[in-house]
């Protein structure tokens, strides 16, 4: 009899047949894995942008109104600045904001379907007042000169530049000003801050003012010897379109924008007033411009999406700005953020 040598077609057929089964059970296994490893990335990625996101906006927001030891709620604030009612440089409230169909050429550019927030307050580096003198300027700690630390080569004092905005705060009173210039050399570890309505500032302190002395103490003007000089910071929180091309939270600070968080695509804010009802939230729209100073708390809520398309099997509905059952018409992964943050500074003893 003859050895059997080589496989009959019959047993390669088989062979082939229970191979691709295998084949497609491994091939599903994997496509199974990468579709939950793709979800949980997703689902950890928008979890983590929204947590960033209402992070950075409630530290701000906390420090909104900021001015030293004074509590801003019951102290006394004046603001020597020009157009110290305009957007910029309204110092005495300490946010306000504007509603996604509002236009206001002061505020950047946004999305359209977004609000923006402006918050205002001082830096919490703060530079101790070592005394008043005369009626234009007053003497700080000069902690560190830095040689053309400053715009067109000038030397910055103490962390200050000449156009600087800042404000001058004890624990009772504080006032905005616009830095004029400085003297350097009368006074051995001190610099004195010019304060004056000299040309070329903008946009400038108004004439009249610098009352900074002991012999004006009566008149509401002197401040104690735990006066403080602080620069003062603007910051703007808006969504705009990023370096991806995806919606994305932006904040600008005293005019330099930076990106923060991709895949951010709506903000909604609403404002809590001080009144008799502490759930009431309003709009940007339904708030005058005499309200903002009774500003105690800001509602944020944000909608955050994968920044990867086909994540979910089917398109996810979601809620938000008090809408229903939004239809986004694609299969991103979308998660909304809420978070309500009160003003440290504008608490009621």
Request: proline content about 2%; glycine content about 8%; hydrophobic content about 35%.
């Amino acid at each position: 009899m003859f050895k059997q040598r080589g496989i009959s077609l019959v047993e390669l057929m088989v062979s082939i047949t229970v191979g691709l089964i295998l084949m497609a059970g491994v091939v599903q296994l994997f496509l199974s894995s990468k579709v939950t490893f793709t979800t949980q990335q997703a689902i950890a990625r928008v979890q983590e942008t929204g947590r960033l996101a209402i992070d950075f906006m409630s530290e701000d927001i906390r420090m909104a109104g900021f001015l030293g030891c004074m509590n801003a709620a019951t102290g006394e604030f004046e603001n020597i600045l020009n157009d110290s009612e305009t957007t910029l440089y309204n110092f005495a409230d300490p946010a306000e904001g504007i509603d996604h169909d509002q236009i206001d050429p002061s505020y950047p550019n946004h999305s359209g379907d977004s609000d923006v927030l402006l918050l205002r307050s001082a830096n919490e580096a703060a530079v101790a007042v070592t005394g008043a003198t005369l009626r234009d300027r007053f003497y700080i700690e000069n902690t560190e000169v830095e040689k053309d630390g400053c715009d067109e080569g000038k030397d910055k004092y103490s962390g200050i530049c000449a156009s600087d905005i800042a404000i001058i705060a004890d624990c009772t009173k504080a006032l905005a000003f616009q830095v004029t210039g400085f003297d350097s050399g009368s006074r051995s570890g001190e610099v004195g801050l010019y304060h004056s309505d000299a040309d070329g500032f903008t946009p400038g302190n108004k004439k009249g003012y610098g009352v900074f002395n002991e012999s004006e103490k009566n008149q509401g003007h002197y401040f104690d010897q735990d006066a403080q000089v602080f620069v003062t910071t603007s910051t703007f929180y808006y969504i705009d379109n990023g370096t991806s091309g995806r919606p994305s939270l932006f904040r600008e600070i005293n005019g330099e924008s930076q990106e923060l968080l991709t895949g951010v695509e709506q903000m909604q804010i609403t404002y809590g007033l001080d009144t008799n009802n502490p759930d009431e939230f309003k709009t940007a729209k339904e708030i005058s411009s005499k309200d903002w100073e009774r500003l105690v708390s800001i509602r944020v809520e944000l909608l955050v999406s994968s920044d990867d398309d086909n994540v979910l099997q089917d398109t996810q509905l979601y809620s938000f700005n008090g809408e229903e059952d939004l239809d986004p018409g694609d299969r991103r992964l979308r998660q909304v953020f809420t978070s309500i943050v009160s003003l440290r500074s504008r608490s009621l003893p």
